[in-house]
């Protein structure tokens, strides 16, 4: 059973900072994608980053230059380092991962930003 487990979140202040955890259970090295997305109080879930098994990343053009994601192998960890804080940034953040065509989801974690 894949279980993904995130944390970090918070509130914050606009322009402020927030690092994101999300711990993979199994070997991360077989997921062939691992990211982040986010959903604000109604509205869809949308991509925020995502990092492949090459180690290449793509980000919402809504963040790109502001946040970083990054992954430690040896620690099963995929991380989100959002900079630049605003607060339409204000969301529940889902770590995923992708094997074999199947996407798991973390339980989410509250990211709020005050003005």
Known sequence: QVRLVESGGGLVQA?????????VSGNIVSFTF?????QAPGKQRELVAITNSGGSTNYADSVK???TISRDNAKSTVYLQMN???????????CTARRAWVDYWGQGTQVTVSS
Do not use: I, N, Q
């Not at 322009?15 to 711990?23: A, D, H, N, P, Q």
């Not at 804080?85 to 953040?93: N, R, T």
């Open 34 to 38: 691992l990211g982040w997305y986010r």
């Open 15 to 23: 322009g402020e900072s927030l690092s994101l955890s999300c711990v």
């Open 65 to 67: 230059g502001r946040f």
């Open 84 to 94: 630049s804080l605003k607060p339409e940034d204000k969301a529940v953040y889902y």
